[in-house]
């Protein structure tokens, strides 16, 4: 049964050959037993090979001693790794999904589209409430489409995902793709590492018992409520982000050229039309001012309004500052 289930089952093969590939260091006066863990291994070898070609013998214990102890057991979990790899090519997982790719950018860019326009007509509070968290949902699936982009799922050109990065997260969400792809690249070489992986470090938050014990003040206070306050901090954890690639590309210029080319578009996009169509003041706007001022004008030539009202811009505090 345990036979089968390696032959069939990748994952069950790669987890028992972490537990019977590992070498087994014992003193040669010890006499062999049926517990021996010399038997135990060769047992466990015999097993999860099969039929299959098994890897060189080890070495006597006397070379264990070298400088390299454990190679045959490295050399057993490479051997599994393609095997595993050619498994799941075979099964279709390595293949690129580039309509589906294609689908989901357009999907997020039609979504982020529509929120902006949506806020730039002024609408009333709900309205705009349901716009920001379109616009907000938009950048989200963005982030999703640059991180394929960067793993190469989308296209094998590494200029084109490199534009399509930079587009759909330095442009639509303000998060520099240089850093994302640094922090990204050290999280799968150290992935779930306590000291190296980028992802398992949090000054708010705690992932493991020792940042926990680590934590001072605020830290700590957030730590010990964690798990009442993970939903509101994780929603804010976007900000972060962004803060954080923002320091970065001032630590690192070089390497983030590409964030600091794109990332004045952003802003752009959302300083330069809102400015010029809703105006600087919520509720103004300069095409409300100027019908306010024909308004006045047409006024002041049968009810002898002064001139100088005219001028009084449409402002929605108007009546608090005096102007009648």
């Known amino acids: 049964m345990r036979a089968n289930l390696l032959h069939r089952k990748p994952i069950g093969r790669l987890l028992i050959a972490n537990v019977f590939c590992l070498p087994v260091r014992i003193s040669r006066s010890r006499a062999p037993n049926a517990d021996d863990p010399i038997r135990i291994e060769q047992r466990g070898k015999e097993t999860m090979y099969g039929d299959h070609e ?3 013998a080890d070495p006597a214990p006397a070379a264990r001693n070298g400088p390299e102890p454990g190679v045959p057991a490295r050399q057993a979990g490479q051997r599994l790794y393609r095997m ?4 799941l090519d075979r099964a279709g997982c390595f293949e690129r999904p580039t309509w589906r790719g294609l689908g989901h950018m357009v999907y997020a860019l039609v979504a982020y589209v529509i929120g902006y326009w949506v806020l730039l007509q002024g609408p009333t509070p709900v309205s705009r409430l349901m ?3 379109l616009v907000a949902f ?3 699936h963005a ?3 640059a991180h394929d982009a960067g793993h190469g799922a989308i296209t094998r050109n590494r200029g084109l995902a490199l534009a399509c990065g930079q587009f759909f997260m330095t442009f639509l969400a303000a998060l520099g793709y240089g850093h994302f792809q640094d922090i990204h690249r050290r999280h799968h070489l150290h992935c779930n590492d306590r000291t190296r992986d980028p992802d398992m470090q949090s000054g708010v938050l705690s992932l493991y018992a020792e940042s926990a014990h680590a934590k001072k003040g605020v830290g700590r206070l957030i730590t010990r409520y964690q798990a009442y306050l993970i939903w509101v901090l994780v929603s804010l954890q976007g900000f972060t982000l962004k803060i954080d690639s923002f320091h970065f590309m001032l630590r690192e210029p070089r390497a983030s050229r590409a964030d600091w ?4 578009f952003h802003f752009g996009l959302w300083f330069g039309p809102p400015v010029a169509v809703l105006g600087v003041c919520p509720g103004y706007s300069h095409s409300q001012e100027k019908e306010q001022r024909a308004w006045f004008c047409e006024q002041s030539k049968h009810r002898h309004i002064p001139f100088a009202c005219a001028l009084v811009p449409a402002h929605p505090r108007a009546r608090r500052r005096g102007y009648r």
């Open 131 to 133: 716009a920001l968290v």
């Open 84 to 87: 595993l790899k050619r498994e």
């Open 143 to 145: 982030g999703f489409v």
């Open 261 to 264: 080319a794109v990332i004045p």
């Open 54 to 56: 098994q890897p060189a």
């Open 138 to 140: 938009a950048c989200v």
